[in-house]
């Protein structure tokens, strides 16, 4: 990808008589000229070493491991699907938490400081034939000082640009690793804040579920509306359901209530049931939102047209009274 | 001797035919547009660039969410930078599954790029997302139509300027 800042070479004189369409120039030269990939096939991909030959319910990359345990030796595979030979970096990573949700790693060069330490891998750059598979192997070790909890980071494989100068892409594949140093596990979920904002007839729910636990979960939820009198009026699951959140991190969801009442008021609620792989579960509530409806646009006509109503009666008044005398 | 012809009785017969499939291990990855060139214009929002289509694979069934997410770094022309902070990238609102996909992934909120620019021109962003799924999506995807926005301050000198976008399938 090139960006190249368009730059003038007019001389004074003339550039002064185009002032006025250099902003017709600068609009048309907006034009994309990017190609999209003649063939959207993939060239690569990666998959753990051992996948589809354990019993271990997330297939790969789960470890669960005592306090101070011995080292484990793993890997990962990358393919290339292409018929030319492809080189990649390969690395461990810490993960970060993507603004949106989901997770990601961190970004290449930068140094881990937490699982992503614990991973080293055989080899660092790896080139792999065409049509072919290369198995990189690779060694997680905890430090023994770690304290229960889940941690969870990722085996990076980075496919090198071809581009050497320019806005230069680079796409990776990243397998997660789901450290688990066995003790004291506690999940606990945190929900809120809920706020809403109204939107053209809708109101649209935003909410923050956090983890202050020390073990890894993903979660669903729902907002609940209920109106002055408690009633049930809506109840909307949040989206993305099923996010990740790492222990420290938090993810952001949306609900969207159609339909809201021209006039009155509600409470709203969200609530968040928060799953960890083993299974254990915790459900935590929002602080409530009060929620209030005045149909403003109509006041404000209806305002406006007694008000007109008003000047045209004074108005009609005047005349009368002038034309009496 | 006269030898008539033969002729076979009317039968039915089977054959067998031994069939083995190897379900091979899924795979995760994902294709986008090697480059991508556009012009800017100083003191403008630099509006919908599009970034052409991008493929993205989970067939591992590895029982993760799994999403898709993009980061830049500072674009910079010698000592001159057009910091991430400028950008905001839309994610594509059309994703299509391929045949024999599952589930189709949800459409990621985008945004600006934020994070802190320890070193300009080299940090890259926080990631912002593009796709997010649950486990059970499962396949071959197209994403079409993400956009970026880029605002470059007036005065900002012109040039060919260089920088890193780095799409990201975690799974």
Redesign the interface.
């Known amino acids: ?7 003038s070479v007019l001389s004074a004189r003339r550039r002064g008589a185009l002032v006025p369409l250099l902003g017709l ?3 048309s ?9 003649a063939d ?9 070493g051992l ?2 030959a354990t019993t271990l ?4 990359y789960a470890y669960a491991l005592p306090q101070g345990g011995a080292p484990v030796h793993d890997s990962i ?1 990358v ?1 290339n699907f292409t018929a030319s030979p492809i080189s990649f970096d390969v690395h461990g990573a810490d ?2 938490a ?8 961190a ?4 140094t881990p400081t937490k699982v992503g330490a614990w991973l080293a891998v055989d080899t660092a750059t790896i080139t792999v034939p065409p049509h072919s598979d290369v198995s990189d192997a690779f060694t997680l070790s905890v430090p023994a000082t770690t304290p229960p909890g889940e941690y969870v980071g ?1 085996m ?1 494989v ?1 496919r090198r ?3 050497t ?12 690793v789901d450290v688990t140093v066995l003790g004291n596990l506690v999940l606990q979920a945190g929900a809120g804040p809920l706020v809403g904002v109204e939107q053209r007839g809708d109101v649209r729910f935003t909410l923050t579920v956090a983890n202050h636990g020390n073990v890894l979960f ?1 979660f669903t939820g729902q907002v609940t509306v209920r109106d002055s009198v408690d009633h049930l009026v809506s109840t909307i699951p949040v ?6 959140v790492i222990p420290g991190g938090h993810a952001d969801v ?1 609900a969207v209530w159609h339909g809201v009442p021209l006039w009155g008021s509600a409470t709203a609620t969200a609530t968040v049931e928060a799953k960890t792989t083993a299974g254990q579960r915790s459900t935590v509530t929002s602080i409530a939102v009060q929620l209030s409806f005045v149909p403003w646009a109509i006041i404000s006509g209806a305002g406006a047209g007694v008000a007109a109503g008003l000047i045209a009666l004074v108005v009609f008044s005047l005349r009368r009274r002038r034309s009496a005398a | 001797m006269t030898v008539l012809p033969g002729r076979v009785a009317a039968s039915t017969g089977t054959s067998n035919q031994t069939v083995t499939a190897t379900l091979v291990a899924g795979t995760l990855t994902v294709t986008a547009p090697p480059a991508l060139v556009t012009n800017l214009s100083p003191g403008i929002d630099n509006t919908g660039i599009a970034l052409g289509i991008l493929a993205y694979t989970n067939t591992l069934n590895s029982g993760s969410s799994w999403s898709v997410t993009v980061t830049s770094n500072d674009w910079s022309f010698s000592t001159n930078h057009i910091l991430f902070s400028n950008m905001t990238f839309t994610s594509g609102p059309t994703i299509a599954g391929a045949v024999g996909s599952t589930g189709t992934p949800s459409v990621g909120v985008g945004g600006a790029l934020t994070g802190t620019d320890t070193t300009p021109g080299t940090t890259q962003s926080s990631p912002v997302t593009l796709a997010n799924a649950t486990s059970s999506v499962q396949g071959v995807y197209t994403q079409t139509g993400s956009t970026l926005a880029v605002i470059v301050p007036g005065g900002t000198p012109t040039g060919a300027y260089t920088g890193t976008i780095v799409y990201t399938i975690t799974g």
């Open positions: 990808m090139r960006a190249r800042l368009r730059g120039v600068a609009l030269a907006l034009l994309p000229l990017g190609g999209l990939a959207n096939a993939p060239e690569y991909g990666i998959h753990a996948s589809g319910s997330k297939n790969h595979v393919s993960m970060l993507a603004t949106g949700g989901g997770l990601a790693p970004a290449e060069g930068v990722a990076v980075a640009p071809d581009a100068s320019g806005i230069r892409v680079v796409t990776r594949a990243a397998l997660t993903t989206a993305p359901q099923g996010l990740y949306t």
